[in-house]
C-alpha cells in the first residue's frame, strides 16, 4: 500500500508533517492517485493545506501508484458497470482520479473482470431511468461518447435485458 521514505532528503515542517499524516489516513481506507490526494490535501474542501505543503508531503511517502488505482477500480466496479476502456478512462482523466495512464491500465489489466456482465451491469442502469430500443442501448454501450464497450460485449449486455 504505502510506507514511509526514511531516506527523504529534507525535514518537514509542522503544516507538512500534518499534512503528510493526513494523507497517510486517507491513504488507509481509500486509493488515490499522486494528483487526487495533493488536491484533497489542499482543497478548501479537503484539508485546506498549501499546496507546497501538500505536495512535499505526498512525495515524502512511497507509495505504489499502481496499487493505489487497483483499489479504485475495484471501488467503481462495486457499484458500478464499466468497459475496460470506460474504466481506464475514468482513472486516468483529470476529471476522474488522475492516475497515469499506464498505472490505470496496469490495476485495470490486472484485475479479473468479466466485461459481458459489467455491460448488463450497465444496460440495466440506462433501462432503469430511460427507455432504449435494442440497436439504440447496443449503441450506446458501445460508442465512444457513452461506455466504450466492444460491440460483442454491449450486444450481449443489451440482450439480456427487456431492451431486446
Not at 7 to 18: R, S
Not at 21 to 36: P, V
Not at 91 to 117: F, H, I, K, M, R
Request: hydrophobic share 35%; glycine share 8%; net charge negative.
Amino acid at each position: 500500500m504505502f510506507t514511509i521514505d526514511h531516506v527523504f532528503a529534507q525535514e518537514l515542517t509542522g503544516p507538512q508533517k500534518n499534512a503528510k499524516r493526513s494523507a497517510e489516513n486517507y491513504l488507509s481506507f481509500s486509493g488515490f492517485s499522486r494528483s487526487g490526494l495533493i488536491e484533497q490535501l489542499s482543497s478548501p474542501a479537503g484539508d485546506d493545506y498549501d499546496i507546497k505543503d501538500a505536495t512535499i508531503a505526498v512525495d515524502s511517502l512511497t507509495i505504489n501508484w499502481t496499487e493505489q488505482a487497483v483499489r479504485s477500480a475495484k471501488n467503481y466496479l462495486g457499484f458500478s458497470g464499466f468497459s475496460r476502456r470506460g474504466l481506464i478512462d475514468q482513472l486516468s482523466s483529470s476529471a476522474g482520479d488522475g492516475y497515469s495512464l499506464d498505472d490505470a491500465t496496469t490495476a485495470v489489466d490486472s484485475l479479473s473482470v468479466d466485461w459481458n456482465e459489467q455491460a448488463v451491469r450497465s444496460a440495466k442502469n440506462y433501462l432503469s431511468f430511460s427507455g432504449f430500443s435494442c440497436r439504440g442501448l447496443i449503441e450506446q454501450l458501445s460508442s465512444n461518447a457513452g461506455d466504450g464497450y466492444t460491440m460483442e460485449q454491449a450486444t450481449y449486455g443489451a440482450q439480456q435485458t427487456d431492451a431486446c
